[in-house]
């Protein structure tokens, strides 16, 4: 089913980049998703059917550092001349959440009109993760992206992250400021603060930043977004029943931020969720900036 081409990325003359390719008759198969209401459980999300993605990139020579692409439509094509979404998932940063609860949200926005480069990389819990082997390998990605084919650039993409993730795409869009936009899904926005918290995410943060703030206060400083001079085409998306990133992460950033009423933490996920709709009308409206 598979057809392998090897191609290399050329910032990155050791590494091979390694493309699957999907059969051009999975591009006409569409997942069809009902209506949903609000505050979606995590287990809603999982249960999702989804469509594989079209091509998986590695950009580095672990097995984590990879790519998914969900093309919108085949390269044969004329492409699409809508922004590349390039997608971080969240979870807490640690490795029992990995990019598969991701993948209907992918397809959602792949039939919405967009390419996604979803990136998978190393957690807390795996060799390499952690603050800041897991913002290296996302950065990482977003270049390989920008090489991909020569398909893709950073002045045509858009980061967007959930969760721990958004926290990576805001820090990502304060170094990579050729980039259209950034939008945070329910993004800890300022990690320092959110340590502070007692839930089951804030409590783990330290096993993220390999220590409390106030046992490694450099380290916060450079993985807060809320230190940094973030890009400036930055969004907040954030629901106002989210039990795990508070309300407080957006309304205290400074950033324009869109608050959904009745919204918990994985509506931003869900691809027929109201919040699944605000998502795509920012992305639309970013997309002609």
Known sequence: MFNKKIRPLSKFASLLTLSLV????????????????????????TQLTHREADEKVSYGDDPLQYALLWNEKPLAENPSKKPLVI?????????????????PLSTGLSQAGFDVWSLEYRRTGDKGGGWPGTFEDIKEGILAASKHNNQYSLEN????????G??????????????KGVIGLAAIADIEAYSHGTNSCQSVTKDFMQGSAEEQPEAYT?????????????????GDADTI??????????????VIKQAGHFDWIHPSSDAFN?????????SKE
Not at 92 to 103: E, G, Q, S, V
Not at 157 to 164: E, L, M, P, Q, Y
Not at 223 to 236: D, E, T, V
Not at 278 to 286: F, P, R, T
């Open 245 to 258: 990133v508070p309300q407080s992460q957006a309304l205290n950033s400074g950033l324009p931020t869109q």
């Open 166 to 179: 958004g926290h990576l795409a805001l820090l990502a869009g304060s170094e990579f400021k050729k980039l």
């Open 222 to 238: 450079l993985a807060n977004p809320a230190k940094r001079n973030l890009h400036k085409n930055s969004l907040l998306l954030q």
């Open 22 to 45: 999907l059969e051009p008759s999975v591009y006409a198969k569409t997942v069809d998703y009902s209506r949903v209401g609000v505050n979606i459980p995590y287990s809603s999300v």
């Open 157 to 164: 993409t858009i980061v967007i992250g959930h969760s721990a």
């Open 278 to 286: 605000v998502l795509v009308q920012n992305l639309e409206a970013m």
């Open 87 to 103: 997608l971080i998932h969240g979870g807490c940063w640690l490795n029992a959440f990995d990019i598969k609860h991701t993948f």
